[in-house]
């Protein structure tokens, strides 16, 4: 199986996991990093700020869609995939699906125009498939023409995401009786996390985009927010200097699971989630992870989940069995790509 493997690959992002699970199986891979080919220079910044259109375009992307179809015809791949290809243009996907089936994985909700581009709304289309993390975007994704959209979800990569120890002192600096982290967005991921504040909880978040926070959040003036993201191992060991795991979702993003939703207890943390019909498919209620519908339902789990620290262990262990012996790796999930890529192949 020979693939090309497209996007923005960091350490501690989810491509530089996909990237890893296709080592992992073997495959023969060619990569072609975004990050090498196209930066976010102020003129896209300020021009996609101004609100000059709804939906983003980003200038200055022909040099990383010219790389990526010579790295097409030389390699000669079975399929390529591209993850959130949102600077890849129309005719560049016309140009690859002369070469092999050409496959997306977007992260993000489509009908949510901000974190998209003009030019994937128009090549929709053109993609063999669509895979995406939410079932909500894989039908968005067909009311936009997709000729084959598929629910696929985040997943856990095992060698970023684990049990770790942690001295005492790294549980005081790094942990919390409660911990977050994520994104800071207007919504109720903050309000409930004001509120925990206001009444005197132990808790620390990590994560972009806190400093939109006020001034006179209690979250600020009390220390709660670091003011920085953690990734891979070292978000493991924040996971595992505390006790409990918030897990929110995106509202605007339709988020009926999140990458943290398999993070979290793969690396043997508690993990205490938003519950929707999905997560309480995946996981078995109070036995490998806890749920809340409600901040009096949330505050009433966290006040049971500190007092019982065996049966929060038990839980945390059970969590982290079923992510991993249960298929919820990057490894499993390249797979069902290329057990997809046969079907589709096969017409």
């Known amino acids: 199986m020979k693939v090309l493997f497209g996007g923005h690959i960091k350490i501690g992002n989810q491509e530089a996991s996909l990237f890893k699970a296709f080592t992992e199986l073997r495959?023969?891979?060619?990569?072609?990093?975004?990050?090498?080919?196209?930066?976010?220079?102020?003129?896209?910044?300020?021009?996609?700020?101004?609100?000059?259109t709804k939906?983003?375009?980003?200038?200055?992307?022909?040099?990383?869609?010219?790389?990526?179809?010579?790295?097409?015809?030389?390699?000669?791949?079975?399929?390529?995939?591209?993850f959130k290809p949102i600077l890849i243009l129309p005719e560049t996907v016309r140009r690859l699906a002369r070469v092999a089936k050409v496959y997306s994985w977007y992260p993000d909700y489509i009908l949510f125009p901000k974190t998209c581009?003009?030019?994937?709304?128009?090549?929709?289309?053109?993609?063999?498939?669509?895979?995406?993390?939410?079932?909500?975007?894989?039908?968005?994704?067909?009311?936009?023409?997709?000729?084959?959209?598929?629910?696929?979800?985040?997943?856990?990569?095992?060698?970023?995401?684990?049990?770790?120890?942690?001295?005492?002192e790294e549980k005081k600096s790094l942990g919390a009786?409660?911990?977050?982290?994520?994104?800071?967005?207007?919504?109720?991921?903050?309000?409930?996390?004001?509120?925990?504040?206001?009444?005197?909880?132990?808790?620390?978040?990590?994560?972009?985009?806190?400093?939109?926070?006020?001034?006179?959040?209690?979250?600020?003036?009390?220390?709660?927010?670091?003011?920085?993201?953690?990734?891979?191992?070292?978000?493991?060991?924040?996971?595992?200097?505390?006790?409990?795991v918030l897990s929110f979702l995106r509202k605007h993003n339709k988020d009926v699971l999140t990458c943290r939703s398999y993070e979290i207890p793969a690396c043997g943390a508690f993990m205490l989630h938003e519950r929707t019909p999905e997560a309480v498919k995946l996981f078995r209620e109070d036995q490998e992870a806890s749920f809340f519908d409600s901040y009096e339902e949330m505050k009433k789990k966290i006040d049971f989940f500190l007092k019982n620290e065996d049966l929060r262990l038990k839980v945390a262990q059970a969590g982290y069995k079923k992510i991993v012996e249960g298929g919820h790796l990057f490894t499993?999930?390249?797979?069902?790509?290329?057990?997809?890529?046969?079907?589709?192949s096969r017409g």
């Open 332 to 344: 499993n999930r390249i797979q069902d790509i290329i057990t997809a890529h046969h079907k589709l």
């Open 27 to 52: 495959v023969d891979l060619s990569i072609i990093n975004f990050e090498d080919h196209f930066k976010l220079s102020f003129l896209n910044r300020a021009f996609n700020k101004a609100g000059f």
């Open 117 to 168: 581009s003009s030019y994937f709304y128009e090549a929709i289309p053109l993609y063999d498939c669509h895979f995406s993390f939410s079932p909500e975007n894989a039908n968005g994704l067909l009311e936009y023409g997709a000729k084959k959209s598929i629910f696929l979800p985040c997943a856990a990569d095992i060698s970023c995401h684990m049990p770790v120890k942690v001295t005492e």
């Open 55 to 82: 939906v983003p375009r980003y200038f200055g992307v022909r040099s990383l869609n010219e790389n990526l179809i010579k790295q097409a015809l030389t390699s000669r791949p079975d399929f390529i995939l591209l």
């Open 177 to 244: 009786d409660i911990v977050f982290v994520g994104t800071f967005v207007n919504e109720e991921r903050f309000w409930y996390l004001e509120k925990l504040c206001q009444e005197g909880y132990n808790l620390k978040i990590y994560g972009n985009s806190w400093r939109k926070c006020a001034p006179n959040s209690c979250l600020v003036k009390t220390g709660c927010i670091q003011f920085r993201q953690v990734c891979c191992k070292e978000m493991s060991k924040v996971f595992n200097a505390s006790k409990i």
